[in-house]
């Protein structure tokens, strides 16, 4: 209550977890947890660069030619 900078609700962090619920939905599940794991340290990648304001599409494709790009961190 004394920090007016800390959102209000937690609805932010409830809509980060939406899309692997509902692929989860859709696929039935997933077929490894490797595979989970991995959907999961992706979706959080780019859900961090979002977040700070960064293109994804040049997030992603800088990923694939081996430089990514870091998350700012504090």
Known sequence: ???????FTN?????VVRMPKVKQKISGCFRTSDG????CIIRSYL???HKQGAKLFDALTQAFQGSPVQPRFG
């Open 1 to 7: 209550m004394m920090e007016p900078n800390v959102p």
């Open 11 to 15: 609805n932010l962090a409830e809509q």
């Open 36 to 39: 989970a794991d991995i959907y």
């Open 47 to 49: 859900a961090t660069l």
